[in-house]
């Protein structure tokens, strides 16, 4: 009896255990995105895993981009703990309303801005540009401007929004978006 026990429990857990798909190491991290374009749009993706690269991809919206970075990568990717969006040219309320609402970005998720943001992020790196800007918002040398603190202003009044600006060399002071 104590045997067929141990033996219906232990097929339940092998029956009920996680899936493949819930393990944290079958899923990409995303860290940082660069987003750039109107018509079609480019995208750099930087993950919090050492292994997975930065990876480029494009599509006609963030959700087309997004999943040929999934089909790229082999791996779903989960947004939510994303750090560091860096705008390019593209629909700033568009593009952050849609990361906010639909890929369910931290609502303390930085905004930057930057001409090339893919660039930018390859070689600097998503940790340190996150650094870089914390440090500059403790020294008062850019504004906060975290996801919600912009899309607010984007969506204001005035509909624009002060970022800091990051280039190859690090970040500069903060560039108006509208």
């Known amino acids: 009896m104590l ?27 995303l860290r ?16 919090f895993s050492d292994d997975e690269e ?5 599509g006609k919206d963030l959700d087309s981009a997004l999943k040929n970075a999934e089909m790229k990568t082999g791996k779903p990717i ?24 639909s890929w369910k970005v931290s609502p303390s998720c930085t905004v930057a801005y930057s001409e090339s943001g893919g660039a930018v ?18 020294q008062d040398i850019v504004r906060d401007s975290n996801i ?12 624009s929004a002060e970022v800091p600006e990051a280039g190859m060399n690090g970040i500069s002071s903060g560039i108006m978006i509208s």
């Open 121 to 138: 992020l390859r070689k600097n790196g998503a940790e340190l540009l996150s650094g870089q800007i914390k440090r500059a918002e403790k």
């Open 148 to 159: 919600v603190k912009v899309l607010e202003e984007l969506l204001g009044e005035q509909q």
């Open 3 to 29: 045997k067929k026990m141990i033996l219906i429990m232990i097929t339940a857990a092998m029956l009920t255990g996680c899936a493949s798909s819930g393990l944290v190491h079958d899923k990409n991290y």
């Open 32 to 47: 940082a995105v660069s987003v750039s374009g109107r018509e079609r749009l480019e995208m750099t993706l930087a993950f």
């Open 78 to 101: 989960f947004t939510g703990y994303t750090e560091l969006v860096i705008l390019g040219d593209c629909e700033y309320r568009d593009v952050l309303e849609e990361m906010l609402n």
């Open 54 to 58: 930065n990876v480029n991809v494009s």
